[in-house]
């Protein structure tokens, strides 16, 4: 009776410890998976690059309304494919030098300009930012 007990006592504290580590594995899964993620959105903040090279570029005309939020013309940035991702050019609006100075307007963007590029213009309220006039 007591090898009973103790046979038992045995497995139950391995299926114990093999359901801990099948936790910590599942914990650690998604902990990588999320800090990848994380970090890929992060780096593309202060990297990404245009949609598409200069020679391929399409010229969009965006209008800017006064109570448009950075968000809102994210949206519209990324429905009309000059940008990749509308939450980005947020947090890129957020980060950038001219947060909160984005100005009503009609303006020409083309999709081989970056969103710093985009937001430069939509905050000068000129059709070209000032970095590319020569």
Avoid: N
């Avoid at 801990?20 to 990848?36: E, G, H, N, P, S």
């Avoid at 609006?93 to 100005?103: D, N």
Wanted: aromatic share 8%; with cysteine.
């Amino acid at each position: 009776m007591v090898a009973v007990m103790r046979s038992g006592q045995i497995v139950a504290g391995v299926l114990d410890g093999v359901i801990k580590i099948v936790i910590v594995v599942i914990a650690v899964m998604f902990t990588y998976k999320y800090a990848l993620e994380a970090f890929d959105f992060g780096y593309r903040v202060f990297a990404e690059g245009s949609v598409s090279p200069e020679e391929s570029a399409r010229v969009i005309s965006i209008s800017i309304t006064e109570d448009a939020t950075p968000m809102e013309i994210g949206e519209v940035l990324e429905e009309k494919g000059l940008i990749r991702d509308a939450r980005l050019f947020y947090v890129q609006e957020f980060f950038s030098g001219q947060h909160g100075k984005l100005k009503e307007g009609i303006y020409e963007l083309s999709s081989a300009m970056t969103a710093e590029e985009m937001i430069d213009v939509m905050c000068t309220g000129t059709e070209e930012p000032e970095a590319r006039r020569e």
